[in-house]
C-alpha cells in the first residue's frame, strides 16, 4: 500500500496555512489518516486545526498502547473510530477549559479514515465538510460553507451527539482512497499558460494516477496544474490518498 499526502496554503492566504494532516498507526494491521481544515473567519485557525492534530495523535498512541493489553479482545473499526473520537472529544473539553479558550479558537472541520489491511475494511467519519474518494467514487460533504464544527458540541453529552452523526461511510476491498478538505474545490485560473485545455482537478488529484511511483505524487500534480493549467487552490488544501 503507498501514502500520498500533501499540504499547500490557498493562493488568496497570505500569513498560515490553516489546515492540518494527520497520518499515524494505531498499530502494524491499523492505521488512521486525518484531514483538517479551520474556520478563516473564527480566531486563530491554523491553531485550532493543529490543536486537533496533535491532540488526535495524542489519543491514537493511547489506543495504540492500549490494544496492546487487550490483544484477545475483538473490536470492529466503528469501535475503535468512535474510542478515538470520544478521546479528541475529551482531551478537547479539558484543553478548552484548561487554556481558557474560547470556542472560536476551536473551530475546524475533521475528516478521519481508519482501516484494517487484514481485513481490508475502513471507515471514514467527516465532522463539517470535507470530500472523499473510495476507489474512484467522489463525495463531496457541503454544508453551503456553514460546517457543523466539533467544537460546538462540547457542551453536549458525547453518546447522544456522536449517535447522531451520519457523514460515515463503510468500505472494503480497498483500491485507491483519498481524503481532502474542500480546498479541494476551490481551484481557480491565477495565471495564463500556453495550454487553453480545461482540466478536472479533483479527479486528476483523487483518481488518476500519474507519478504514483513517486511519494511526491499530489505535490507533483499540484505543481503541473498550476504551470501547465495555470491554476491553483485558492483555499487552503490538504490530502490523503492511499493506492494499494
Avoid at 447522531?164 to 491565477?190: C, H, M, P, R, V
Wanted: glycine share 4%; hydrophobic share 40%.
Amino acid at each position: 500500500m503507498n501514502l500520498y499526502s500533501t499540504l499547500q496554503i490557498g493562493d488568496y492566504h497570505i500569513n498560515h496555512c490553516e489546515d492540518y494532516l494527520l497520518i499515524k498507526k494505531i498499530d502494524s494491521d491499523k492505521i488512521v489518516c486525518a484531514v483538517m481544515d479551520g474556520c478563516s473567519t473564527a480566531m486563530e485557525s491554523h491553531f485550532a486545526s493543529a490543536l486537533f492534530g496533535k491532540l488526535l495523535r495524542k489519543v491514537i498512541i493511547e489506543t495504540g498502547y492500549k490494544s496492546l493489553y487487550e490483544k484477545d479482545i475483538q473490536r470492529s473499526l466503528d469501535e475503535d473510530l468512535k474510542e478515538i473520537v470520544e478521546g479528541l472529544f475529551q482531551e478537547l473539553v479539558f484543553i478548552k477549559n484548561h487554556m481558557m479558550l474560547d470556542e472560536k479558537e476551536l473551530l475546524t472541520t475533521l475528516s478521519i479514515l481508519i482501516y484494517d489491511k487484514i481485513k481490508d475494511q475502513g471507515i471514514i467519519l467527516t465532522i463539517g465538510d470535507g470530500v472523499v474518494c473510495i476507489n474512484g467514487k467522489i463525495t463531496e460533504f457541503d454544508r453551503d460553507n456553514k460546517p457543523d464544527y466539533f467544537a460546538y458540541h462540547l457542551h453536549e453529552n458525547f453518546e447522544d451527539w456522536y449517535s447522531a452523526q451520519s457523514q460515515k461511510i463503510f468500505f472494503n476491498d480497498l483500491n485507491d482512497i483519498s481524503i481532502a478538505t474542500d480546498g479541494i474545490l476551490s481551484f481557480s485560473k491565477i495565471k495564463k499558460t500556453d495550454s487553453d485545455e480545461m482540466v478536472n482537478c479533483i479527479e486528476y488529484l483523487m483518481i488518476d494516477r500519474q507519478n504514483s511511483d513517486t511519494q511526491e505524487m499530489l505535490n507533483r500534480k499540484l505543481k503541473l496544474l498550476e504551470h501547465q493549467y495555470g491554476v491553483k487552490p485558492t483555499d487552503d488544501l490538504a490530502i490523503i490518498r492511499m493506492i494499494k
